[in-house]
């Protein structure tokens, strides 16, 4: 049964736009967001054991082992920020991680509230991957296409560089999509015999999709 605290879980392919929906509901509905790969480039940045070790399958577009990534979601969790409770970005990515995330709610006597599955077709997730760039100083988003800096290669923001993460290069980028295919959408299947999971289309403009969240949330019951 959910306790006090709230748990949003987010899911969908690399380059859904789960980042930016984390952010937005995390802020609507004061939460704290857990973003697994975000945690993963600090403790990367920062040069740490973990981030060492999670670079390499960071490069590859393979996962991090399941154990590293729930302590780091455990870790989290008991922060202040996250006291009344949290939107999951880019966590769980396999079944393991789901059971994983149940026990350590279940120990705190709380679950996951929801589940919003964010989909986008493969070719434009392909398009939306290979023109991003973010700004190395920030972390501000871009997309030389839809969403170009007004100075080419210079953040709006803060006039930071601009790069393309290693992980957005077209060889990666394949291979992310058949670690998605092949590990996370065996997740749907396991939340898909729970309450509380629903489906977004997510190739639209950015404001639409927070609002077809915002909606299923405030929906009574868990239709799709
Ligand atoms: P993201 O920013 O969510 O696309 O994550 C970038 C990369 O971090 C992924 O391609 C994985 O290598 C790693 N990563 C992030 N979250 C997880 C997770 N829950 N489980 C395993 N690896 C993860």
């Given at each position: 049964m959910a306790g006090r605290r709230r748990h949003l879980v987010l899911i969908g392919?690399?380059?859904?736009g789960k980042g930016t929906q984390a952010t937005r509901l995390a802020a609507e509905q004061r939460l704290c967001r857990i973003s697994t790969g975000d945690l993963l480039r600090a403790a990367a940045q920062a040069g740490s054991d973990l981030g060492r070790l999670a670079e390499d399958f960071m490069a590859r577009g393979e996962l991090v082992p399941d154990e590293l990534i729930l302590d780091l979601v455990a870790e989290e969790l008991?922060?202040?920020?996250?006291a009344s409770g949290a939107v999951y970005d880019?966590?769980?990515?396999t079944v393991d991680q789901a059971r994983g995330l149940a026990g350590i709610l279940g120990e705190r006597g709380e679950g996951v509230e929801r589940v919003i599955v964010i989909e986008v077709p493969e070719s434009e997730i392909v398009r939306r991957l290979a023109g991003r760039r973010v700004c190395k100083k920030c972390e501000k988003l871009y997309h030389i296409g839809f969403a170009p800096p007004k100075?080419?290669?210079?953040?709006?923001?803060?006039g930071g560089e601009l790069i393309q993460r290693h992980d957005d290069r077209p060889e990666t980028i394949q291979r992310r999509l058949a670690v998605y295919r092949e590990q996370t959408e065996p997740v749907l299947a396991y939340y898909a015999e729970r309450p509380g999971v629903t489906a977004v289309p997510g190739d639209r403009a950015v404001d639409e999709v927070a609002a077809s969240i915002r909606h299923r949330l405030t929906a009574v019951g868990s239709g799709a």
């Open positions: 392919p690399p380059g859904a008991d922060r202040p920020g996250c880019g966590i769980p990515r100075l080419e290669g210079v953040c709006d923001a803060c």
